[in-house]
C-alpha cells in the first residue's frame, strides 16, 4: 500500500524557515511527481508546486503566490521529498499536503498524505 | 478567485443523481484532462476521477466524469449519506504554467 506520511510542521514567526518532509513507502516513486498542496482553514485547495522525477528531469514549477520563497527537492535513495518554506508569511498558515503520482498516472496527483500544519504567526 | 470556476454547494437526496460543474477555459480545461477530488469532513482529499472520466481503483461506478469543450462535470448516482463532501476539479494550465483547482463544491446528502 502507497503512504506518505508528512513530518515537520509547526508554529513560525513571520519572515521564518520551515522545512517539510514526505516520507513515501509502498512504492518507488524516482519517476513519479511529487507535489505540494495547501489549505487554509476552512478554505479550498491550493496548489503549491511539484517536482517531476527523474525520467522528467526532476523538473520544477511553483504557484505564484510561492514562487521565490518555496522550495522542493527530494532525496530518491530515501524515498523522500522536501518543501523548504523561506520567507513566510501569516498567509502561508495552512496544512500542507505531499501528493505523488503513480505509475501510469506519474505526474498527477494521484495519492496523498494526510497533510502537516504550519502556523505563521508572532 | 480561482481560474476553475465550481457552484459552492449542491444538494441531493440518498438515492439520487447528482451532477456538478467545473467551468475554466482554453488554457486548461479546453486543452489538458481534468481530475476530480473528494474530500470528506476532517479528511485529506482523495483522488476520485482522473483523466477526465477514468476512475482510479476502489471508486465504485456510480461516480463519473466528463468533458465537453472548456467545461467537466462530475456526476454521482444512487446517492449516499457518506458522499457528503467537498468535491474539487483540477487542471494543468498552460498559462500559469502550474496546476489550478476549483474552489470545491460542498455536497449535502438531506
Known amino acids: 500500500e502507497v503512504q506518505l506520511v508528512e513530518s515537520g510542521g509547526g508554529l513560525v514567526l513571520p519572515g521564518g524557515s520551515l522545512k517539510l518532509s514526505c516520507a513515501v513507502s509502498?512504492?518507488?516513486?524516482?519517476?513519479?511527481?511529487i507535489h505540494w498542496v495547501r489549505q487554509a482553514s476552512g478554505k479550498g485547495l491550493e496548489w503549491v508546486g511539484r517536482m517531476t522525477g527523474k525520467a522528467d528531469n526532476s523538473a520544477t514549477a511553483y504557484g505564484e503566490s510561492v514562487k521565490g520563497r518555496f522550495i522542493i527537492h527530494r532525496d530518491d535513495s530515501e524515498n523522500t521529498a522536501y518543501l523548504q518554506l523561506n520567507s513566510l508569511q501569516t498567509e502561508d498558515t495552512a496544512i500542507y499536503y505531499c501528493?505523488?503520482?503513480?505509475?501510469?498516472?506519474?505526474?498527477?496527483?494521484?495519492?496523498w498524505g494526510q497533510g502537516t500544519t504550519v502556523t505563521v504567526s508572532s | 478567485q480561482s481560474v476553475l470556476t465550481q457552484p459552492r454547494s449542491a444538494t441531493g437526496t440518498p438515492g439520487q443523481r447528482v451532477t456538478m460543474s467545473c467551468s475554466g477555459g482554453?488554457?486548461?480545461?479546453?486543452?489538458?484532462?481534468v481530475n476530480w477530488y473528494q474530500q470528506p469532513p476532517g479528511a485529506a482529499p482523495k483522488l476520485l476521477i482522473y483523466?477526465?472520466?477514468r476512475r482510479p481503483s476502489g471508486v465504485p461506478e456510480r461516480f463519473s466524469g466528463s468533458r465537453s469543450g472548456t467545461s467537466a462535470s462530475l456526476a454521482i448516482s444512487g446517492l449516499q449519506s457518506e458522499d457528503e463532501a467537498d468535491y474539487y476539479c483540477?487542471?494543468?494550465?498552460?498559462?500559469?504554467?502550474?496546476?489550478?483547482f476549483g474552489v470545491g463544491t460542498k455536497l449535502t446528502v438531506l
Open positions: 483540477a487542471a494543468w494550465d498552460d498559462y500559469v504554467g502550474g496546476w489550478v
Open positions: 483523466w477526465n472520466n
Open positions: 482554453t488554457s486548461n480545461i479546453g486543452g489538458r484532462p
Open positions: 501528493v505523488t503520482g503513480l505509475r501510469d498516472l506519474r505526474n498527477e496527483m494521484a495519492v
Open positions: 509502498g512504492f518507488t516513486f524516482s519517476a513519479s511527481g
